[in-house]
């Protein structure tokens, strides 16, 4: 499995504490630049109410690529869609909450990147 992690309104500090237990546990890279990515295909993770780019598919209806990048964003004006111009963006999705609730990236990492276990038969329970 392959996946990369980016989160844009930590610049170059994404590995930090949480960030670092995410790659080690769940076997992932992490990338700290977009210009890192390429023209990897990228699932965006974004809040379904976000200002600027929103979520579109449910996580409980959407299917994980074999390889990817999740790129996670906040609600607010850190992802824009001049920021992801240029990417190979193939599915925007949000995971279901409730209204008043609010997911930091690195628990909406933890909670895809299980997901996305779970999907390919890995013991998760």
Known sequence: ????????????????????????????TGVS???????TPVVVVQPEDARYVR??????NFEHPDHCCYLFGASNELMSEETLSG?????RVYIPTA?????YAS???????WDRLRQRGADVG
């Not at 980016?6 to 080690?24: A, H, I, K, V």
């Not at 990417?87 to 599915?91: T, V």
């Not at 209204?99 to 997911?103: D, Q």
């Open 1 to 28: 499995m392959s996946i990369l992690i980016y989160r844009p309104d930590e610049g170059e500090e994404l590995l930090n504490e949480q960030w670092s237990y995410l790659t080690r546990a769940l076997r992932v």
């Open 33 to 39: 630049q977009l210009s890192d990515i390429g023209q």
């Open 107 to 113: 628990q909406a990492a933890a909670i895809i990147l």
């Open 87 to 91: 990417l190979n963006i193939i599915s």
């Open 99 to 103: 209204p008043t609730w609010e997911l």
């Open 55 to 60: 979520g579109e598919i449910n996580l409980l």
